[in-house]
Every structure is written in C-alpha cells, then in structure tokens.
C-alpha cells in the first residue's frame, strides 16, 4: 500500500490519544499487517516499523517520478489556467507520479499541481547529509514527526538516507546499536553522531552539532562541549558514544 496524505500518523496504539510514535510522507510504502473497521496495524517497508494508523483510502500502485526536495512544497490547485494555493504542502522527500505538466507546474493527482522547481528525479541521490539536515534548521520539535511540520532527532537523521532510498534506521534505540565507544579526550569530528540515552546529534565540525532538541523545541546548531554538558546538567545523562557516517 501507498500513502496518499501529506502525512499520515502511526501511533503506539489504536487510538488517537495514543503517543505519536512516527509519521508518513507522501508516498511512502507499507504493508498492512491486521485492520479493523477504524485502525490499521502496519509495517512501513523503507525501516520496518510498526505501529497503528487511521483506517482510510490508501493507493495499491503509484509509478512515482520525482521526489521533493525542499522542506515543503506548497499545493497549488488550477482554475481558468490560474493557479491558486490551497495552503496545503506536500514534505521533504515525498515521492510523487506526475500525470499533466503545465508551464513550471506538475499535476501529481487529480486537481493537485506542485511547482516543477520543488522537486528532484525519483534517482536523485544527494551525498551531502548536511545540506538535507540544515533545510530543518529551525523547525519545530516534534516527538514521532519527520517533515517540516514537526520532527524528532532521530528522524533528522534518518530523513537523509530514506531521501537516497538507503536504509537508516528510525529509533535512537536502533541508531544506537552500531555505536562505538566515547572518544578519548571528547574529540568530536564531523559527520560523527553522537549519541545520548533517547537522543542523538550530528557534528557538523569538530565544534558544532545540529539536532531538534526537545529543551529548546526546534532544530538547532549548538556549541558541542557546552550542549554535552547542558544535557549533563539539566537530564543527567552523559554520553554513550558515537557512530561515524560513511556521507560527505
């Protein structure tokens, strides 16, 4: 199955009180594992995860073409050869089919156009993990999100590799497995993560990181020494260790 909405939620129960545990973007595959009349239980098939999702109209084929490749791309819909936004947005890294072109605009569903600029061929890889992370330096934080609506550290991490259709994984937890031990001496390099107990960063140099930080609530550049400590400080949690990414 195929996502067909801006985003759609996956929770850790059947129920919309439930904690938000991750989200989808436009055109993102899944596998539906058992359902009832108002939930979904489903399996994404880019990193396996599981969870709960509202029981709504999902497509069984989509030939996408391209992909966005700006934080957001506005929805435009077409009237008297005139374009109007619904004020509606298509995210990072969705992946659209095109069924009409029309001057610097694309029809990826009935009614819906997007500007050609906004997006990327579906084979597009981008080497620079860096440039990707930077488009959601300030956007707000979001426990479970991935878009530019809202987006939690993990997934300021993973968004990158599912952008290049390489498997990355969702949950710190998981990140975390592949860690090697802390550095002598608190040297940090850049494209390391580093990695906390539920929290994860990327070092954009030996000086700064960059992470959407809950204390903060958003997508922030920090001083790497004096964010370790912070975290310290104000969590009492230190360092469990890092994890080099083999990116530019």
Request: hydrophobic letters at 35%; proline letters at 2%; one cysteine or more.
């Amino acid at each position: 199955m195929i996502n067909i909405y801006p985003l759609t939620n996956i929770y850790e129960k059947p129920k919309s009180s439930s904690r938000l545990s991750s989200q989808m973007i436009y055109g993102e595959k899944f596998s539906i594992i058992s359902k009832n009349k108002k939930w979904l239980k489903i399996k994404t098939n880019f990193d396996h995860y599981t969870g709960f999702i509202k029981n709504k109209k999902f497509s069984k084929k989509q030939k996408a073409k391209y992909k966005i490749f700006k934080i957001k791309s506005e929805i435009f819909k077409k009237k008297d050869n005139k374009f109007k936004s619904t004020k509606k947005f298509l995210y990072f890294a969705s992946k659209i089919q095109v069924q009409n072109i029309y001057k610097n605009f694309l029809e990826y569903e009935k009614g819906k156009w997007i500007k050609k600029s906004d997006v990327k061929n579906i084979n597009h890889k981008e080497k620079k993990i860096s440039k990707i992370i930077r488009l959601f330096l300030n956007t707000r934080y979001l426990w479970g999100g991935k878009s530019a609506y809202g987006i939690d550290c993990s997934a300021l991490i993973q968004i990158f590799y599912y952008y290049n259709d390489s498997f990355f994984e969702r949950d710190t937890k998981d990140q975390i497995k592949s860690i090697k031990t802390v550095p002598k001496k608190n040297i940090y390099v850049k494209r390391q993560l580093i990695f906390w107990k539920g929290h994860v960063a990327y070092c954009l140099n030996q000086k700064n990181l960059i992470h959407a930080y809950g204390p903060k609530k958003r997508v922030l550049i920090m001083d790497i020494k004096k964010t370790i400590n912070e975290i310290e400080k104000k969590s009492k949690l230190i360092v469990k260790g890092v994890r080099k990414l083999n990116v530019i």
